[in-house]
Every structure is written in C-alpha cells, then in structure tokens.
C-alpha cells in the first residue's frame, strides 16, 4: 500500500506554512530507503546506489542521499552540473547516454564519471568527444520479451535502448583496441515492478552474459550495473517490494556465477528511493455536479504528469477525512483545458468539500520533475519536511517572470515586469 507514514497533522501544518500546491518531501523516509537498500546488498563488498537524478533533480535531496553513501544516475547536460554542484564527482556519477549531443560525453568524461554507452556508434563519439577510459559501461538489450517464469515482465525488443548481443561483443572489443581495461554491463527490463524476483532475474541475466563476454573479449569486468526498475505500490491492495529478499535473490545469482567474487554491483534506482516518500498536497477549490461529479483542485497535471500520461494510479486521501467511508465517486481534475487532467476518474472517495485539503501519494519520484508549463501553467514549490519535523522549502513555486524568462519581447516583457 502507498506510504501514510506522515499524519493528517504534518500537511495541515505544511498547508499553514506554504500555499499549495506544494510537493512535501519526507527526509527521513528517503534516508530510510538509502539504508535499507545499503542493507540488503551488504553482501557485496563493492555495492553502490547512483540515485537516477532525473526521478527527484532537486540538490537538497542529492545532498541528503550523498550522505547516505549514494551516488548518482545523469543523463543530460544540466543533470550532471547538478551533480557537480552537490559535490559528486568521478566514480561517484554514472553517466547514461542516449541520442545525446555528443558534446555532453566530452562533459561526462571531465568529471570522471562512468560513461554508459547505449549504441555501438557512441564508441566512436565516445573516442572523439572526452576519449574512452580505462572503464566503460554498456547497456544491453537481449531483444524479445523479458520473462519471469512465465510471467512477461517488458518488452526489451520494443525498446530504444541497448545493444544487442553480437553489437556487445563487437563493441567491447572496438573499446578494449582503443584502450579500455574493464567494461560494466547494464540493463534496464522493466519499470515499476514490485515483484521480489524482478532484479534477481535481471542479475542472473546479466552477470551470466558479462562472464561469457569477459571470456570471449579477455576484458576484466568491473560491475554489473542493475540499474533501476524496481517498483513501489502506488495501489492500497498491492505490497510493498522486499528488498532484503531481493539483495538475497541478487547474491544467490551472483554466487553462482562469480563464486571467487570482485565483481562490484551498481543500481540506479529512482522510483523506489523517493517515490514513496513524496506527496502533492493541494486544496479542493471547485466542485460540478454534471454526468459526473468533479472536484478541482489547484494541482494539474501540470504538477503531476503520471495520471493523464500513463493512466497511472496515485491513491488519494482527504485530510480530516481518512476514517470517513469512501461513499461518494469523483473525478478529480487540475484545471488544464485538456479532458485527462485528472488524477483520479470514477475514484471512491469521502464527501469532499471545497476548501478540503486533498494529498496525492507517491509523487516523491518522475512527479515535479515531469512538469511542463501547459496553458501557462506554473510548477509548484517542493517542500522538505527535515529529519528534525521542521519545514523547508527547497525549491520556489514559479512566478510569471520564470515563464516569461525565455521569450524574446522586449516591450511586452518590460510591461510584464520581466527584468532580464
Ligand atoms: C529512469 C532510469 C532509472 C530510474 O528508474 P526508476 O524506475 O525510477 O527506478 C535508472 N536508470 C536509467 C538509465 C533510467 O533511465
């Protein structure tokens, strides 16, 4: 079930302090999550956490999680000068490429970070912007569909991503003539998924195609980079993943494919980290009684993507209202002039009324940061509740003039009050 660490006392409180629509974020759940994941891959003396930066890009948290022992997961330009802002640097960024400028690798190799390749041509963008290192990472795609037992877990063949098999062993040798030693291996199967047995069936897959690539190309392999996927229950009725039985599932595949051991383990997880430990606390401010009976709140889909994008499930609570039956159905919707702004549809719900505080669960992870500025829309504050109770607000909502800031308009801006 979604996460109700926090008490009905801690938003009222926070809708006190700030206006809403805000994103609260729990500092000590999320080092809570660092610790437990540190825990359950104690086994391996070299196990790092690479935060993917892109699920929560906010250096407060980054901070939080550098001293957590985590490092993190870039993959564009302006994440990795967060990164080098929050003082990580080197082996502590891993920097996973796609259909990228090829002027942010050049960048990537400056901070020493660990480069991710997702292509065979990116070895030769690699060798020309930033130069191929001692350790380079590549991403595989093994095609087809990706099974638990009999269970169709992803659609890798579908993908964008990786290199297939034959372009891995190609690949590896193309980088051990240009220089590089020892090669990581990376795959991302799935997303969102709570079954124990999901990063232990990606291990297995991957430890075993990185023993066989180690003998066929004579490279050493530095880690095995399980990158992120694993999943949080955004629905009352599903559980939550065990993550000690998945560290246990991952060293079970490890000993029996590195018995002597020295091969470092990596994980890139966003989603699991801080998903559970964000909300989006806004205010009911309409409601319309026509087919169907609408709430609206002052949160949009402009501060919470997931629903109109995927049809994703956030589950919603009233505050003052938690004990009270769920007996009136709703369609809870932001204020966009596009009909999938809403983050709930035919939802069971107490009676709301307007002026009712209304908490989205969940939005800790691809929440704020999938934002966009639709029909001038603009992007909330995001609020950390320290490990202490206390409140701080670590990042401003936007004003007109962030959304002004880009335009070209001379006059209009200096009438807008747009300084530049
Ligand atoms: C998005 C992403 C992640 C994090 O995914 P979660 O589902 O949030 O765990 C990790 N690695 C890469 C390469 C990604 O693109």
């Known amino acids: 079930m979604p996460n109700f660490a926090l008490s ?25 999550n660092a610790r437990a994941l540190q825990h359950a891959f104690a086994w391996c003396d070299d196990f790092k956490e690479y935060f993917a930066v892109k699920a929560l890009p906010n250096p407060a948290i980054l901070r939080i999680l550098r001293e957590e022992g985590c490092g993190l997961d870039c993959s564009s330009e302006t994440e990795l000068m967060l990164a080098e802002a929050c003082g990580f640097s080197g082996g502590e960024i891993m920097f996973s490429a796609n259909a990228m400028p090829d002027s942010e690798f050049a960048h990537a190799a400056r901070l020493g970070a660990y480069i991710n390749l997702d292509d065979i041509t990116h070895i030769d963008i690699l060798r020309r912007c930033g130069g191929v290192g001692e350790t380079v990472c590549c991403r595989y795609n093994p095609g087809g569909d990706f099974r638990i037992g009999t269970e169709i877990m992803g659609n890798p063949g579908e993908a964008k991503y990786g290199f ?53 190309t004579g490279m050493d392999i530095a880690f095995i980079n399980l990158s992120g996927g694993v999943g949080i229950p955004y629905r009352p009725e ?13 060293r079970r595949a490890y000993m029996r494919v590195f018995p002597e051991g020295g091969v470092a383990i990596k994980t890139e997880l966003g989603r699991w980290m801080t998903g559970p430990n964000g909300w989006l606390v806004s205010h009911a401010t309409h409601h319309k009684d026509t087919y169907r009976h609408y709430i609206g709140l002052d949160a949009s889909a402009v501060n919470l993507m997931r629903p109109a994008m995927y049809g994703a499930y956030h589950h919603i609570t009233v505050v003052g209202k938690r004990d009270m039956p769920c007996d009136h159905v ?4 932001g204020c966009l002039c596009e009909n999938n702004d809403k983050f709930a549809i035919q939802r069971a719900l107490p009676e709301i009324q307007e002026g009712d505080l209304v908490v989205i669960h969940d939005t800790g992870a691809h929440g704020f940061a999938m934002g966009y500025n639709y029909n001038g829309r603009l992007r909330s504050a995001e609020i950390l509740r320290c490990a202490d109770g206390s ?25 807008l009050g747009v300084t530049r």
């Open 391 to 415: 409140f701080r607000m670590i990042r401003r909502a936007e004003e007109p003039k962030d959304y002004f800031a880009t335009l070209d308009m001379d006059e209009a801006a200096q009438a």
């Open 238 to 250: 599903q559980r939550k993943t065990d993550i000690d039985a998945v560290g246990e599932g991952v």
């Open 330 to 333: 709703y369609d809870v919707t």
């Open 8 to 32: 009905d006392d801690v938003f009222r409180e926070a809708a006190r302090l700030y206006p809403t629509p805000f994103h609260l974020y729990d500092e000590q759940g999320i080092r809570e």
């Open 164 to 216: 297939t098999r034959p372009q891995l062993l190609a690949g590896l040798k193309e980088l051990k003539a240009l220089g590089a030693r020892r090669f990581g291996l990376h795959a991302f199967l799935s997303s969102n998924n709570t079954d124990d047995a999901y990063y232990p069936t990606l291990a297995g897959l991957l430890f075993e195609t990185a023993r066989d690539l180690r003998q066929e």
